[in-house]
């Protein structure tokens, strides 16, 4: 497939090459500072085009022991031992490698998961790195970071990440849990390995010892035999609620610690004094970022009454002009669905929308042949009990709905299981204060939308999950702290 089989909107494509680096044809695990064959293989794909990109190891119980004794001996001899301005040094060294081969991280990102590549080289691999930064600096400053306490490491972490921001989410885990003196086994999702074994041969060449991070590609099995191992002292998981459910089920009673991040059913709430094209550039973002692959994606839109009809038009308007295709091409705005069963899923809840009773609607624009993909998509006459409403679809799709009052708002906002996080838009202080409070999630933005920084914890309350990563209240979640 060339870059001419993708629709450009109208614009002259503008590919990322993908010719300056090399994608090996196989990659085996990286366990104790050695590739490790596996037992087996499978293919990563890249979801915009239908080709094989790539064939991986699939670890299985044996291999997964094998990386969680790596981490161990490097535990016990080595890392947590290290004086500690040592281990920021080489989280430094992490962070530089990352910016220096930021383009190659970026494309091969965009290659494996479908996202656009304004994205993952305007974000993703910027944050990875950012992450990296911020947590070297703690590492020789943890008795500062909790004044007053016995600041110590926990162990041998097991971590297990999703297919939505590969290498973000391995920086999030990996660089905190090392800046505190721990040892990592890392499980990438299924369709999205490529990044973090690209990682894994950085990490190599930035010559961290062998074991500090292992990184054992596979599936669900994998993940389960990780965090199952009884040797891992800590679980971290980003995943979805159904899993995070079954995770906390394992780990009761192990004297694991555990932080879950989960799925989430985001409110976008705009009022009638808000700027309101602002606030559409804000749903945009909120819905269509990462083709709305995002667990803090703004999935519910509701707008207050006597603006709803402006807003709707100027959001249709808006959309008419966005741009589905190639995620290689810099014109792209919203890129390829992740993964074949990803699209089921979508396609599926968009079906029970309508049979619900919601409205449809969608762009005039069509989408390319080959690939998965979905049109970005808004439902109207929503209810409160439709599933489109309730569920978390993780795709580009938004459900509308209207109130009147703040406290109407609050109210249907807080009507879901999740807790992970929302949005407000208006020109009131007073009321940004009023509806952030009110709102039951972990991060609520004003005036803006999906920003993110590694100084800011992140997290959710109820089922979005428990713990948070990112700012000191992440940096806890991987060391004790004893008053
Ligand atoms: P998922 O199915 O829960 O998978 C997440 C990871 O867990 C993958 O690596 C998966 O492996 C692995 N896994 C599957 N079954 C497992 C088991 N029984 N034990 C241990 N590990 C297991 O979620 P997903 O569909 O990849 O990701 C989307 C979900 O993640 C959404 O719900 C989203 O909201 C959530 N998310 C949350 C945050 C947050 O910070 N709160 C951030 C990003 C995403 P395979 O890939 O092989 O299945
Ligand atoms: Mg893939």
């Known amino acids: 497939m060339s870059a001419n089989d993708f629709l450009s909107g109208g614009f002259a494509a503008a590919p990322e090459s993908s010719d300056h680096f090399e994608i090996k044809k196989s990659y085996d695990l990286f366990i ?5 064959k596996a037992p087996k293989q499978f293919e990563t794909i890249n979801p915009a085009t239908d080709e094989v990109i790539s064939r991986v190891g699939f670890a299985g119980k044996k291999e997964v022991n094998q990386a969680v004794k790596g981490a161990r001996k490097a535990y016990d001899n080595l890392w947590s031992k290290m004086p500690p301005a040592e281990r920021g040094k080489y989280l430094f060294r992490i962070a530089r490698l990352i910016q220096e081969r930021a383009r190659e991280f970026a494309v091969v990102e965009s290659m494996d998961g479908g996202k656009p590549i304004r994205e993952s080289r305007d974000v993703d691999v910027p944050l990875a790195a950012a992450h990296f930064f911020y947590h070297a600096g703690w590492a020789d400053k943890l008795k500062y970071a909790f004044p007053g306490a016995e600041v110590s490491s926990i162990g041998v972490v097991g971590q297990v990440i999703p297919w939505n921001f590969p290498l973000l989410m ?13 040892t990592v086994v890392l499980k990438p999702a299924e369709t999205t390995p490529l990044t973090a074994l690209k990682l894994a041969e950085l990490i190599q060449d930035a010559g961290l010892p062998p074991g500090v ?16 191992h009884p040797d891992v002292d800590k679980v971290a998981f980003t995943g979805s609620t159904a899993v995070g459910k079954a995770i906390r089920r394992s780990v009761a009673g192990t004297g694991k610690r555990f932080t879950l991040e989960l799925g989430g059913k985001a409110a976008n709430i705009v009022f009638e004094d808000a700027p309101i094209n602002e606030a559409v550039e804000g749903i945009v973002n909120g819905i269509f970022f990462n083709q709305g692959h995002v ?3 703004g999935s519910r839109l509701f707008v207050q009454e006597s603006i709803a009809d402006k807003v709707i038009k100027k959001l249709k308007k808006r959309i008419e002009s966005l741009v589905v295709g190639n995620p290689l091409d810099k014109n792209t705005d919203i890129g390829a669905i992740n993964s074949g069963e990803q699209l089921a899923r979508i396609k599926n809840l968009v079906k029970v929308g309508k049979d619900e009773g919601a409205c449809m609607w969608q762009p005039s ?3 390319p042949r080959k690939g998965n993909w979905f049109k970005p998509t808004l439902f109207t006459e929503c209810a409160q009990s ?3 409403v309730q569920e978390e679809i993780f795709g580009p799709v938004l459900a509308i709905q209207t109130f009147r009052t703040p406290q109407e708002a609050i109210a249907k906002a807080n009507n879901t ?4 996080s929302g949005g407000v838009w208006t020109d009131k202080g007073s009321k940004i204060f009023k509806m952030t409070t009110g709102l039951n999630a972990g991060v609520v933005w004003a005036n803006t939308f999906n920003k993110f920084d590694p100084t800011s914890p992140f997290g959710g309350y109820k089922e979005s999950g428990i713990g948070r990563e990112g700012g000191l209240h992440g940096l806890s979640a991987y060391c004790q702290v004893s008053y």
Do not use: M
Request: proline share 4%.
């Open 213 to 228: 991070v292992n990184i054992v590609t596979g599936a669900g099995d994998t993940g389960q035999a990780l965090i199952e």
């Open 170 to 182: 391995a920086a999030w885990k990996i660089a905190p849990a090392l800046a505190c003196g721990n």
């Open 295 to 297: 667990c803090c994606a």
């Open 386 to 388: 439709h599933r489109i």
């Open 32 to 36: 104790d500072g050695k590739w490790v």
């Open 417 to 420: 299981p999740y807790g992970l």
């Open 365 to 367: 624009g069509g989408v």
